[in-house]
């Protein structure tokens, strides 16, 4: 089970983007890509057979899975991540700091 998931809150702690709050859009492997942040310039190449104009566009690129944690709305800090099993018998993702269920 993995421990940071699509569309969950996270907070950039490492590198340009410090201390941001953003949504995990996609988890490639190790790496995450956090929407509106690790912008890069991407020269793309002209192509009038398939109508792409050319240019230089801002896309986001992938971080290292390491360089984000789990934003807890409830202390307004990042948090660790547990995996337990309710009583139910189902795997939840709960807060270290304080026990409550990730939503």
Same mark, same amino acid.
């Given at each position: 089970?993995?421990?940071?998931?699509?569309?969950?809150?996270?907070?950039?702690?490492?590198?340009?983007? #410090?201390?941001?709050?953003?949504?995990? &859009?996609?988890? /490639?492997?190790?790496?995450?890509?956090?929407?509106?942040?690790?912008?890069?310039?991407?020269? /793309?190449?002209?192509?009038?057979? =398939?109508?792409?104009?050319?240019? /230089?566009? =801002?896309?986001?690129?992938?971080?290292?899975?390491?360089?984000?944690?789990?934003?807890?709305?409830? &202390?307004?800090?990042?948090?660790?991540?547990?995996?337990?099993?309710?009583?139910?018998?189902?795997? =939840?993702?709960?807060? #270290?700091?304080?026990? =409550?269920?990730?939503?």
């Amino acid at each position: 089970m993995m421990k940071i998931r699509q569309n969950d809150e996270v907070i950039v702690i490492v590198g340009k983007d #410090k201390g941001s709050i953003g949504t995990v &859009t996609k988890v /490639i492997g190790a790496k995450v890509i956090v929407e509106g942040y690790n912008l890069a310039k991407k020269h /793309i190449r002209p192509n009038p057979q =398939e109508g792409i104009q050319g240019g /230089i566009e =801002e896309k986001e690129m992938p971080m290292s899975i390491s360089n984000v944690a789990i934003y807890n709305p409830t &202390t307004k800090k990042a948090d660790r991540i547990g995996i337990r099993v309710n009583d139910k018998g189902v795997k =939840e993702r709960f807060f #270290k700091s304080n026990g =409550e269920t990730v939503v």
